[in-house]
């Protein structure tokens, strides 16, 4: 049965009202939300000096004796702010307590933990298993962890050695297998100091390195240079193997230092810097291809090879004709230079001609004093006659420069069959040569 009380109450305005009709209370409030509505900290528990605890908008403050003990907060405001669970500073927070309760944390999200202490020794730990759980371990159980089921793990090493098993729990490394973390090497069999990226040696074989693919594929080592590619090494199938430039350069081999001794083009030329030997074997042209180069043709090669080098480079031979001879004679007019034991003449006898075999360009006529003296003040004109004609073509006025006079005409040619006189003119009377070797030089056409 209700209890029924009655006192007087002094009642402000809003400190303390009531709702009849939903039997709520409020305090510091018009419209209370709930049967008790305190608008303020409210406090359950004793005076200051005992323990209490008080309840606020965003928190919950615990005292024992009257000293803070701890809070729950909503920080930094209860509409967009974190829980806290907070103790005293230097104080601990427990879950589970006492230690007879089993109290499990399960976090839906992520963990955070701002601050762990690095371990001097060997110490108890913390471990998160596969699962997510978070589980104390002691130290002889992390060691135990660590060897998975199998034992602790066991070994040594040294500085810059890369480490590898030597068996079901134990790690060693060997002195010959290298890290360089300076310059990022990695050495193989090549000492202390790897000088490259990957440097290997071995000096008790041959097979240094062996790069094996799939039986069906096309095992092969790229080149770039940044992200381009501009070289392939590849085992391109059927037996096949193939070096290739990847980019619009050539591909080049070189000896002895050389940058190229051996050029392919982009397009395919094939340039060769020395000689080209064939032993035992045949060259072989396909298509318009010609050999170039060739001097004669072996008459055991096939009527077809005729083709290849009616086009062959050199096109041209050069033949030089050498005369000597005395000029003492006082004469102005022409005179033709002998080809045999005569002297020098203006007539056109048949032993001053000389009889063209094939095509050809005549490229220079050269006339040296090489005995007697070179008389001075006069010029001299050299001139070459054709098939008997009496207007040569002619060289300008030359004056001789240490004992020599030099004229290369320009695109003088002749046909097969001609014959030619070569001669000189002098300005002046009386003016002398004396002992004379005259050289033309004839390019023929190749036969």
Known sequence: MPINYYCDVEVQSNVLTTDTSNSRVGVNIASPATTFHANGVVRAGGSNSQTYTEIGPDSIFFYNTGVFRGSIDLYPNSSSGNLYITGANGTTVYFGAP????????????????????????????????????????????????GAGTGTVTGTGSSA????????????SDSEFIWNSTNNYLGIGAGSS???????KNTSTDNIVKIVG???GKPQINIFTGTTEVGRILASGNGDFTISNQSTGSLNFGTGGSASRLRIANGGDVTI?????????DLTLSGTGRIQGVDTVSSGTDAANKDYVDQHVPTTTQTIINSNFLDSGSTTSSLRIPFNSLNETTSNQYYNCMDMPANGT???????????????????IMQIFKNGSTTPTSSGSLTASSGQIEWEPSNYTFNKGDHLQFAYAKSAGAKYWQGVSASIIIEFNQV
């Not at 309760?101 to 108890?124: E, L, R």
């Not at 050695?161 to 060693?172: E, K, Q, Y």
């Not at 790897?194 to 290997?200: I, K, M």
């Not at 004093?369 to 006069?378: D, E, I, M, Y």
Request: hydrophobic share 30%; proline share 2%; glycine share 8%.
């Open 99 to 146: 230690t007879s309760w089993t109290t499990n944390i399960s976090v839906q999200g992520q963990a955070t933990i701002s601050t762990i202490s690095n371990a001097t020794s060997d110490t108890d730990k913390f471990l998160v298993s596969d699962s997510g759980t978070i589980k104390y371990r002691t130290g002889a159980e992390v060691r135990a962890d660590i």
């Open 161 to 172: 050695r890369v480490a590898f098993w030597n068996g079901a729990s134990n790690i060693t």
């Open 194 to 200: 790897p000088q490259s990226p990957l440097h290997v």
């Open 214 to 216: 799939d039986s069906s």
């Open 273 to 281: 810097e020395n000689d080209l030997t064939i032993t035992g074997g």
């Open 362 to 380: 005549v490229k220079r006529f050269r006339m040296h004093n090489t005995s007697g003296s070179l008389s001075t003040g006069f010029t001299t």
